[in-house]
Nanobody, 121 residues
Framework: QVQLTESGGGLVQAGGSLRLSCAASGDFGTFVMAWFRQAPGKERALVASVSWSSTKTYYADAVKGRFTISRDNAKNTLYLEMHNLEPEDTAVYYC???????????????WGQGTQVTVSS
């Protein structure tokens, strides 16, 4: 079992950067971790995921080359570095945990409360 708390969201101008963090309690290292986002009026979607020991990562096409997911199992923390942000990146960002390496939202059973990212043009 793991509990997740996101931080680091905020308001940034287009072209700017933010780093999101997700602090975890419990057996963090035994879970695949991911960031999802949900924009107003849209479904929640996978942004990036990272395997247990960081050997495998996945990125949605919309964020490839701009976002980097990472984890520090010693600190029980997941990160999302976001650069060259665009207004289309505006959303609530959630970290989530899964017992399997999956891109399907239904496979992520544990979620944080979310952190708002707003990118102004």
């Amino acid at each position: 079992q793991v509990q997740l708390t996101e931080s680091g969201g905020g308001l940034v101008q287009a072209g700017g950067s933010l780093r999101l963090s997700c602090a975890a309690s419990g057996d963090f290292g035994t879970f695949v971790m991911a960031w999802f986002r949900q924009a107003p009026g849209k479904e929640r979607a996978l942004v990036a995921s990272v395997s247990w020991s960081s050997t495998k990562t996945y990125y949605a096409d919309a964020v490839k080359g701009r976002f980097t997911i990472s984890r520090d199992n010693a600190k029980n923390t997941l990160y999302l570095e976001m650069h060259n942000l665009e207004p289309e990146d505006t959303a609530v960002y959630y970290c989530a945990a899964s017992t399997s390496l999956s891109t399907r939202i239904r496979d992520y059973a544990t979620w944080g409360q979310g952190t708002q990212v707003t990118v102004s043009s």
